[in-house]
């Protein structure tokens, strides 16, 4: 459970790495602003006009005797608006990471060199055109099982008592599990890790990426919080990419914010050395 406490430690780092950093924060904010304003529009839209589409898509309740008609479709047009904003807080990151890639590669890289012990960076052996189709291609499977799970968990959400208590909670985490792969990925992709590997060293630390992205995506369900907070969230989870890969990282940057968290004795390296004993 000690990794519950490291990912959060990562979180933290990283908001503080990006606010010692001014002019990386600055353009680490224009992807989000623009996401923002594409998916406010459109929630504005179904807000607007669901009704005519739940109208249009049910014909068959025109002839049901009031108020049943009315009901019937207000509760669709409530269960088709509920989904789409489980579907924004679920796609959010991996559009403005797409929308960013560029900010967010050259802002990873920084991170790299100021936490590598030789200040050096792993560089992609891809050109721009070709890290933008994997990492469209990459997020789009990712939202395709988030997506499923998110279906799952609506439905369950129905259950008595469970849905409203445990559904929810179990909804967090696996939002915090997919927004920690979508932010990983951006400094494992110029490392040359593909998805199916990406995934892999996730679930063997579940915990580490529950830490990180669980308490990031209950802030995301604040409006305009996630702008702001990816900038951060990209710097910290370059540095839990490194954690994962077993990668030195200079003590006075990996150790301080963990150690506070934790308690513990050591940074994130000396948690895998430890691991690595126990297997």
């Known amino acids: 459970m000690r990794d519950l406490g490291v990912g959060f430690g990562y979180l933290v780092k990283g908001q503080r790495w990006a606010a010692g950093h001014g002019r990386a924060y600055g353009f680490g904010l224009l992807p989000g602003l623009i996401t923002l304003v594409l998916y406010a529009a459109a929630l504005v839209a179904l807000a607007v006009f669901g009704d005519d589409f739940v109208t249009w898509a049910t014909p068959f309740a025109d002839d ?8 019937f479709r207000g509760f669709l047009v409530a269960v088709l608006f509920a989904l789409a904003l ?38 992609s052996p891809h050109s721009l055109g070709r890290e933008l189709w994997i990492s469209a291609r990459d997020s789009l499977r990712v939202v395709v099982r988030a997506a499923l799970w998110g279906v799952l968990l609506f439905a369950l959400g129905f259950l008595p008592f469970v849905g409203q208590t445990v559904i929810p909670v179990l909804g967090f985490f696996v939002t915090g599990f997919f927004l920690t792969e979508e932010l990983t990925a951006v400094a494992l992709q110029r490392r040359g890790v593909e ?22 995506g209950v802030a995301f369900l604040v409006p305009f919080v996630a ?27 990996t150790e301080d914010t963990v150690r506070d968290i934790t308690g513990g004795e050591g940074g994130p390296g000396a948690d895998n050395h430890a691991q690595g004993a126990t297997a």
């Open 64 to 71: 049901w005797s009031s108020p049943w008609g009315g009901l």
């Open 86 to 123: 489980l579907l924004a807080v679920l796609t959010f990151t991996a559009v403005t990471l797409l929308v960013g890639q560029p900010f967010y590669e050259s802002l990873s890289e920084r991170v790299d060199r100021s936490v590598s012990p030789d200040g050096s960076a792993p560089q």
């Open 195 to 216: 998805l199916r590997e990406r995934l892999a060293l996730l679930r063997a630390r579940k915990t580490l990426a529950w830490g990180f992205g669980t308490p990031l």
């Open 227 to 253: 702008v702001f907070l990816m900038p951060g969230a990209v710097a910290g989870a370059t540095l839990m990419a490194r954690d994962l890969l077993g990668e030195d990282m200079a003590e006075d940057t």
